[in-house]
DNA sequence: CAACGTAATTTTTAATTCATAATTAAGTCA
DNA sequence: TGACTTAATTATGAATTAAAAATTACGTTG
């Protein structure tokens, strides 16, 4: 009986826990557009519910960045500014370079192997020229590093951040020469991974996030000069 | 007119904004006791709002970790645990080298000469064993060094988690040993801002975080065996 | 004709109300 | 007497409603 209670309450979750999830996604995927305002009435009747649980809902995705709440004016979703981007990038690299320190410390030779699928998948995908597959399995591979870590705090910071990042994926200039250099960045990855090198793992996904900030920046400067 | 219309722009605030301020102060304060249910009507009494807007701010609360929302259930003011303290120190550390690293590249002579009279200041709080005006005091210092980073997302980041830490701060084991030490790592501290060494100041800063965490734990361990 | 001010409409914000879930207390049965 | 069940009370969660603020449109005046 106390178990029937309790498989009930996993699944149970509260509305605003999941319109903030709900919310995210259509951020992310850009269907509600960047610089936009975030149309309540809409989407209260979309997702069937009243405005209070997703005001609420707004106010958490306000303290992560994806909108911004401008009082008596409403919510409007964020952009990805160039400024934001060099903001954001070099913290992620200081997260990413604790989790592959930690990670070297706590990960398991099983888990090893599982990091080793993903990259042969993810080198598979890049022959192949599936850029879709390629970025899906290379976050696998950065959040399987991230949870070797064991430290959720660190797993929370990151996530929030790659989410505000994640919008700006489809940005990333991904040249022919930007992504061999990033496959090779993955090839040391691995290995220092595998040889449970902490301060080399460390500097790589360091440098490896710069790469991407760069790239990033680079194409953002780029668009912005055809608009401006 | 314009102006006119701005400085009060300015100083309006939405109501759960104020609300997400107002709950922190009592949380660090403990003035809401850790581990205690969060009492939403006696606070709505208090601050004289309804429901509506105080919850909104405990959905913002439970994001950055300082309540947790049980679904029915009700908001629970999180304890500091050790557990927690083990994960979140490794995080600020990281974030706070950065800062570190990135303020040397960006402070400017004014800022470094504020942080040599707020070093002072604490220096003189300490001779005079002032617990809580060296704490005021050395809380500004870093918040000194985070500002000159000119990074607003790490300012954030770290505000966040330190925000989660202070609830601790009473708990900090300053023992005469310890409190030297933590002056010692201070001096070291000013010697490389002012010589904008990023690399030393970053791992003196990150090493400074490993010391508080130790305190600490030691601390919470000692009165987790008091009491259990 | 343009610019400023006023009024009306729309939108946001917060309070109230209603429904649902949890907890506690009381009563009954073993 | 103790444990379990059921009912009642309390509190949470979400919708609705009301009030406040902003934007827009219109009219008037210079």
């Given at each position: 009986m106390a178990q029937t209670t309790n498989s009930?309450?996993?699944t149970r979750t509260s509305l605003h826990h999941e319109l903030v999830g709900r919310l995210q996604t259509l951020i992310i995927n850009a269907d509600l557009e960047p610089g936009s305002k975030v149309p309540e009435k809409l989407l209260c009747d979309q997702f069937g519910v009243s405005r209070t649980p997703l005001r609420e809902a707004l106010?958490?995705?306000?303290?992560?960045g994806l909108v911004r709440l401008e009082p008596n004016r409403g919510a409007w979703v964020t952009r990805v500014t160039i400024e934001e981007v060099e903001e954001v990038f070099p913290v992620l690299g200081a997260l990413e370079a604790l989790s592959g320190e930690l990670a070297c410390q706590n990960i398991t030779d099983a888990e090893i192997d599982a990091v080793r699928d993903l990259h042969a998948q993810m080198i598979q995908s890049y022959k192949?020229?599936?850029l879709d597959a390629y970025f899906s399995i290379n976050q696998k591979i950065h959040r399987a590093i991230l949870l070797a870590a064991r430290n959720g705090t660190l797993t929370s910071s990151c996530q929030a951040l790659s989410l505000r990042?994640?919008?700006a994926r489809y940005?990333?200039?991904?040249?022919?020469?930007r992504?061999?250099?990033a496959v090779q960045e993955h090839e040391r990855i691995l290995e220092f991974l595998i040889a449970r090198d902490g301060p080399n793992l460390a500097r790589t996904l360091m440098g490896h996030m710069n790469s991407k900030?760069?790239?990033v920046v680079r194409w953002l400067q780029s668009e912005g000069a055809m608009k401006g």
């Open positions: 009930q309450a996993i106010k958490v995705l306000a303290s992560d192949e020229r599936d990042m994640q919008r940005l990333a200039n991904m040249t022919q020469g992504w061999q250099d900030r760069l790239s």
